[in-house]
């Protein structure tokens, strides 16, 4: 997937929350104190979810298609293998066990036996094989791979050069039926409005602008651990909607920024609602478009980082619920992979104001008598802040840089239309600065490779995926080459400590916290949660653990 799954970006429709709404209020008038749609609703009720950033569903389930609806990743085709950030473990699935060749220029994979599609044909090899070749051809990406090759029930992926991130970049992908796919005309663009899956639940039912519902798959290869009837998702355009059907116990996971949880969502049945938000999602950065002046001065960017105060960031625009980020740049999916010679004597992402003025003044930004500094043409040093209108907690994070930048003499605007014409704005090149989310693979080389790796680098009017900030080392260049040829982990750590060395002098972004993994949930109806003491998945619906939860939980008995 591309740097896009990562943003709260969706199609937003204004109807949706008055629409939603609407339909909270017809829940609430039969709930009660656990729970709107009835603590006592039997054994075939469904396990409700809220999507807060799309205000409207269409019926697409095709996961080539940018407007994909929710579940499709998660609940309705499946990977390989699941890693688990949680607790930093690798769940085989699809895959009962892999091994990558000595040289690291393969990888095979065997297949689990019995596994069926929904339509009742069985997985095979070819379908995965298949399933790249598809990737490669509308979507890209994968350069590193030569070819995939099926032999019985095992899966060769071949590679031009050694290439060891390539597990978890292979090994998550969403595999689908060759049978299905193969027959359409356009893969692209067909809407695949009754997928086939070898998911858990994909059998789409009641399909509503609002609300839609996926029933099980009659030949699931895990039946025993079907043991909820399906899934009713709900559309919301903000997440003030979804927070009050949260409130008012109309959904069962809450997977949205809550703000003042306890009082807004626990306080109200302490038995029953619990949150849990592990700091092991994305780093969320404050990406500068590097292709601007000054921004493509590696000091203005240090300065602009000084200037803002993570204290304040993480407890206000986050509640308290984020963990400032450091020099690194990792987030606490990473901890074990940082190098503390850098954390530990970290400057640039320290609030620092007198530091930051100074820094800027030695660059060449001067105050005026009005206090305000301005760029080496004489224009007003002053630029925009872009984050899509519905996210509410990343507006407030946004709204308190502004406020520290002027601190310095910097002014800076929170530029907030929908999320799609954010987006669009960063895919072109053409922002100013935005708060994004980064890459959160299982190793850093992801997230190094698209904040600082020149083959992540578009031209400005160029469709990025990643990178937005256009920003090319090549000392980093070096570096990842490396860590993609190490076969072994001490030698990956070794290259890693380099890389944020690297890091720490580029400033390529500005880190701002760690991305908590959103996850609250009312267990009235469902019990079997993951939580901080049985971190068996994370509570997110859009991560390759979100089949580990639908796969655990049952009905309360």
């Not at 978890?168 to 809407?191: C, F, M, N, R, T």
């Not at 519902?213 to 030949?219: A, D, R, S, T, Y």
């Not at 959160?440 to 997230?447: A, E, F, M």
């Not at 390529?508 to 760690?514: E, G, I, K, M, N």
Request: charged content about 20%.
């Amino acid at each position: 997937m591309t740097q896009t799954r990562f943003l709260k970006s969706a199609r937003i429709a204004a109807a949706g929350l008055a629409v939603g709404a609407m339909l909270l209020t017809g829940c609430a008038a039969t709930g009660n104190k656990s729970g709107g749609t009835d603590a006592a609703a039997n054994a075939s009720a469904f396990l409700t979810i809220p999507r807060e950033d799309m205000g409207t569903f269409v019926q697409n389930f095709n996961p080539f298609a940018p407007t994909v609806n929710p579940m499709v990743q998660q609940s309705i085709y499946e990977s390989l293998l699941v890693f688990n950030p949680a607790k930093g473990n690798t769940v085989p699935w699809l895959a009962t066990d892999w091994k990558a060749a000595d040289d690291g220029k393969s990888i095979t994979f065997t297949l689990r036996d019995g596994v069926k599609w929904s339509d009742g044909q069985p997985l095979v090899a070819d379908d995965v094989a298949y399933t790249f070749e598809l990737q490669k051809k509308l979507k890209g990406g994968y350069e590193y791979l030569d070819g995939v090759t099926a032999q019985g029930n095992q899966v060769t992926f071949n590679f031009n050069k050694p290439w060891s991130p390539a597990l978890y970049d292979v090994g998550q992908l969403s595999i689908l039926p060759k049978h299905i796919w193969s027959a359409l005309a356009d893969p692209e663009k067909d809407a695949n409005a009754k997928p086939v899956g070898t998911g858990p639940y994909t059998e789409v039912d009641n399909f509503q602008a609002q609300s839609f519902v996926l029933k099980k798959n009659p030949n699931y290869w895990q039946p025993d651990k079907q043991k909820i009837a399906g899934i009713k998702m709900l559309a919301f355009a903000g997440n003030d909607g979804a927070n009050l059907a949260a409130a008012n116990g109309d959904v069962d996971w809450a997977p949205q920024y809550i703000p003042n949880i306890e009082k807004t969502f626990v306080s109200k049945d302490k038995d029953h609602r619990h949150y849990w938000f592990p700091p092991t999602g994305a780093m969320i950065n404050w990406q500068l478009n590097t292709t601007k002046a000054p921004f493509n001065d590696v000091d203005v960017r240090k300065a602009l980082s000084m200037a803002v105060d993570r204290d304040q960031v993480t407890k206000i625009g986050m509640s308290g619920y984020a963990q400032p980020a450091d020099c690194t740049g990792l987030s606490g999916n990473y901890e074990t992979w940082k190098n503390t010679q850098v954390k530990d004597n970290c400057t640039w992402t320290k609030h620092d104001v007198q530091q930051a003025n100074d820094l800027l003044d030695k660059a060449g930004y001067p105050k005026g008598p009005d206090g305000k500094r301005t760029l080496k043409d004489g224009k007003p040093f002053e630029f925009k802040i872009s984050v899509g209108a519905t996210s509410s907690d990343w507006l407030s994070v946004a709204n308190v840089i502004s406020q520290n930048l002027a601190e310095v003499g910097v002014t800076a605007k929170v530029d907030s239309p929908d999320w799609a014409a954010v987006v669009a704005g960063y895919e072109k090149g053409d922002f100013d600065s935005g708060i994004v989310w980064s890459a959160n693979d299982p190793s850093p080389y992801k997230y190094f490779n698209t904040t600082m790796g020149s083959a992540s680098v578009k031209p400005v009017g160029t469709k990025a995926s990643d990178n937005y900030h256009r920003f090319g080392d090549p000392k980093a260049d070096a570096l990842l080459s490396d860590f993609a040829a190490a076969t072994d982990q001490s030698r990956q750590k070794d290259i890693a400590n380099k890389l944020q060395e690297e890091y720490n002098d580029a400033a390529p972004v500005v880190p701002l916290f760690s991305g908590p993994e959103w996850g609250a949930y009312n267990d009235t109806r469902f019990t079997g949660w993951p939580t901080q003491d049985n971190p068996y998945a994370t509570l997110s619906v859009r991560a390759p653990t979100t089949v580990l939860v639908l796969t655990s939980l049952e009905p309360r008995k």
